[in-house]
């Protein structure tokens, strides 16, 4: 909580502190809304500090090209830490029941919108990404390390069949891996809590949270739409999507969902990660499931 005690933070415009409520936080930065109209970051860490200040670097330079707002953060330096301030963007986040629960054509407007943003988002000259520090995915290099810390950590801990399965996982996807020369710039953390909406007329108002970006395949930023808003929601943003072929990126999607929840599974196995109450066992069983 907020206590009075910083009153002015110097940017390239100042802006004194008349209130601050704290917005929530995850690994790299607590985000806090000052006077109801700037987000201001702070990073947690080394690498938090490097990812705000790739935001800072490409994020303005593209918004006014984009269908959908965006932050257009600047970094500063804070009380010895690094902060990433930015004007507020209106809106909700569009969670999977308001989605839900929405008529058939306020759900097909959503997903153009999305679809729409994405597709220009996607579209961002990959130099210039490279230029602010944006990094690309080496997918066969990626998956082999994951490969070999599930081997060590998780796979022992797997029935047979389960064992089986993730085996399989790894051989399809790294006989056949994406395209280099097919990527583009992701999002790299597309879920429900990024996309904001505003219920009064159902119309998406922005994309949050950046810090995830990476230049790889498109079909990474449908994985999450996947986990979190289901089939529906992807089927109906790709009618929206400009891509050759929707169904192998919807595959693709597919493929990066499960290995996602492998390297997940492996990482709580190894001790690196909370499991957060979650069973990877199950999670890892849930794969061989029929996805509905």
């Known amino acids: 909580m907020y206590d009075g005690h910083v009153t002015r933070i ?3 415009t100042e802006i004194f502190l008349e209130r ?23 990073a947690k860490h080394a690498e ?16 006014a090209n984009l269908p959908l707002p965006i932050p257009q953060p600047a970094c500063y330096g804070f009380m010895g830490r690094t902060v990433a301030i930015h004007t507020l963007i209106p809106g909700e986040p569009l969670t999977r029941d308001q989605f839900l629960s929405l008529d058939g054509a306020v ?4 997903t153009r919108q999305l679809a729409e943003f994405l597709a220009v988002f996607h579209r961002t000259n990959l130099a210039m990404a490279r230029q602010c520090g944006i990094e690309v995915i080496d997918y066969p290099a990626r998956y082999r390390e994951v490969r070999r810390r599930a081997e060590e950590h998780l796979l022992p801990r797997l029935n047979e069949s ?4 993730v085996r399989k996982i790894f051989r399809e996807f790294l006989a056949a891996p994406p395209d280099p020369a097919a990527s583009v710039l992701l999002h ?7 996309v904001l909406w505003n219920p009064a007329d159902a119309q998406l108002t922005g994309v949050l949270d950046f810090g995830d970006m990476q230049i790889g395949d498109a079909a ?22 400009p891509s050759p072929d929707n169904q192998v990126l919807l595959r693709c999607a597919h493929q990066l969902r499960e290995l996602d929840t492998v390297e997940w599974a492996a990482s709580v196995c190894s001790g690196e990660r909370d499991a957060e109450g979650e069973d990877p066992r199950a999670s890892i069983a849930a794969l061989r499931e029929p996805w509905e």
Not at 188 to 194: N, Q
């Open 107 to 110: 759900r097909d407007r959503c």
């Open 48 to 63: 938090a500090a490097a990812s705000l200040g790739r935001e800072a670097r490409l994020l303005p330079q593209i918004a």
């Open 20 to 42: 601050a409520a704290y917005l929530g936080e995850g690994d790299f930065s607590v985000a806090w809304l000052i006077n109801g109209e700037w987000v201001c970051r702070i």
């Open 220 to 241: 990474w930023d449908l994985v999450f739409l996947l986990e979190d808003y289901g089939p529906e929601f992807v089927t109906l943003l790709l009618r929206r999507f």
């Open 10 to 12: 110097q940017t390239s």
């Open 162 to 165: 389960d064992r089986a399965y």
């Open 188 to 194: 790299g953390d597309l879920s429900p809590e990024h």
